[in-house]
């Protein structure tokens, strides 16, 4: 049985969802969007698919609902509060929903409330939903907590994330202040807090381990360049800003049990993943050039489709589903 | 709530189990183990512990299953058929049983048969059966399963595990025929074929990744020293044989899809886990030092107590058990 969706969001990660579906076998019978520009062309014109679909991308969720997708790939907004309504309108037409709304990943620390609802509008409707991407979903919450699985004690977990930003999309050289001054970026960057995710990774994680967390604390800073770095979008002058540095730490028992240090910006050397944990045994994995988060998110969320299908209707996240893998036919 | 356990079979990898678990608060209310010098001795002798543990090791399993336990703890052989009945009592008596036996990690593919009977038993007790350990069951399947969720393709899978033997248990010395000479290796060794689990983790991997599996082959070599190489309890002269080299292939579509290839020696240097996958993205992962046997199965049979517990009746394994991780509170 082909799998049939709707893509919920046609942005530049929502296009490259349809992309690796497609590719996949995953038969699109409906798209989304609220940009009046992709409204009413066919969705393979808006991402930039070789064959036509005969999907029209419509600004009324309903009409593309109504088609009854088997499951719903949602790509709007960052915040959990913000797309409720979209997902309680995809479970109420009867398909599992799975979003890339960072605070989904794991909303149970930071906003119970909005978890609690949603996972009562999910079981209500006999759905599954679930929120994943490369990062939060799996680089510094799901993998780390697998690669515990042979350890007798664990101490405390350090993730350290180095990615070249010159490598990856505009928007998100954009969200990390590549080639603006510092005065700048502490006015725009900081506040806006860069990376959306390091609390839900740590508190994933946490719930992984069944740590009782304590708090969490984050820092962000800018990298700042000595030479001219560029990329094909943006050039740092010597003293400007190539990016962001983040930390995010959980405290468990006092201690910073949990440390996930975050680096975006042009230029990075040696981008990586690399995992350390420490307890019996010590353990200290490395992903060579780290998962590339253009490339992986679209990946990690396609390759959900058979877990969200099969798993049991509600909020889950990806720890309390089957083992997350490759699915050769989603 | 404590999770009661019952331990079933106390050699050396039972012992450890008993360690770990005892360690991580799990209740042992029975052990089994057909030793004579083991029968009637307090658990805590046979396994090392520091404080008695007023279990009484027993030869007779009705009488240990007798007290109900929430999971057994299995590890006597490696053979499925050898170990049916033995998981029939387990189940029975109304326990999920997590087993070191090599092949239940994946018994499908070889023992269809034999995976479909204790299937039913499962089911029909209400009770969940595991196979898990280090490798088979994590290194060389789960893991490199888990590290293709990041990926849009995957052509293939190459997975090195490089043991030092010198730091391993004597058995496993043993097993892999340190210090013997090529021609009393071949004899005894090469027929008893190493290390037992390369083709079930092969058809693991196949089917997490729902590949069509053709064929397996496997090889197995000495590995031969230049130099005098010694561990606590063997040597291997110039000449002589310190271990093994096997390489298991699994075919797809007429391409060796999946290459696991396996060392074990004395003084074998850099030992080190590692994972290839070959697609998009292609993906190359570090272990470093690898993940030590003896410390490690342990602790990847206790972790998995409470996904047994919460999983559904059934064989079940490593894959479509929730995500595997450390369990705080096992």
């Given at each position: 049985m082909t799998t049939t969706a709707v893509q919920y969001g046609i942005g530049p990660i929502g296009r490259r969802i349809v992309q690796v579906a497609t590719a996949r076998g995953i038969d699109f019978v409906g798209a989304i969007d609220i940009d009046p520009e992709k409204v009413g062309q066919d969705l393979a014109a808006v991402a930039n698919?070789?064959?036509?679909?005969g999907v029209t991308v419509t600004d009324d969720p309903d009409t593309a609902l109504a088609e009854e997708p088997d499951v719903v790939f949602h790509s709007t907004l960052s915040d959990v509060t913000a797309i409720t309504s979209q997902i309680e309108a995809a479970v109420a037409a009867g398909a599992d929903v799975i979003s890339?709304?960072?605070?989904?990943?794991?909303?149970?620390?930071?906003q119970p409330d909005a978890a609690a609802e949603l996972d009562e509008i999910a079981r209500e409707n006999g759905q599954t939903v679930l929120g994943t991407g490369i990062n939060p979903g799996f680089a510094m919450d799901t993998l780390p907590a697998v690669l515990?699985?042979?350890?007798?004690?664990?101490?405390s977990v350090q993730i350290s994330r180095v990615q070249?930003?010159?490598?990856?999309?505009k928007p998100l050289q954009e969200k990390v202040g590549a080639g603006l001054t510092e005065a700048v970026w502490e006015e725009e960057i900081a506040p806006e807090a860069g990376h959306v995710g390091l609390p839900e990774s740590i508190a994933m994680l946490a719930a992984a381990l069944d740590w009782d967390l304590e708090s969490i604390e984050e820092t962000i800073e800018p990298v700042v360049v000595e030479t001219r770095t560029e990329s094909e979008y943006f050039t740092a002058e010597?003293?400007?800003?190539?990016g962001i540095h983040q930390i995010g730490t959980g405290y468990v028992d006092g201690e910073p049990a949990i440390e996930l240090d975050l680096s975006m910006f042009l230029?990075?050397?040696?981008p990586r993943d690399e995992i350390e944990i420490s307890g019996t045994p010590d353990l200290h994995v490395t992903v060579d050039g780290g998962f590339h988060g253009d490339v992986t998110t679209p990946a990690v969320v396609v390759n959900a489709a058979p877990r969200v299908q099969s798993g049991r209707p509600g909020l889950a996240t990806m720890i309390d589903l089957a083992t997350p893998r490759f699915a050769e036919r989603p």
């Open positions: 698919l070789d064959t036509e679909t890339t709304t960072e605070e989904l990943s794991y909303p149970w620390y930071h515990t699985t042979p350890c007798q004690d664990v101490e070249n930003a010159s490598q990856r999309r010597p003293g400007d800003v190539a230029g990075a050397e040696n």
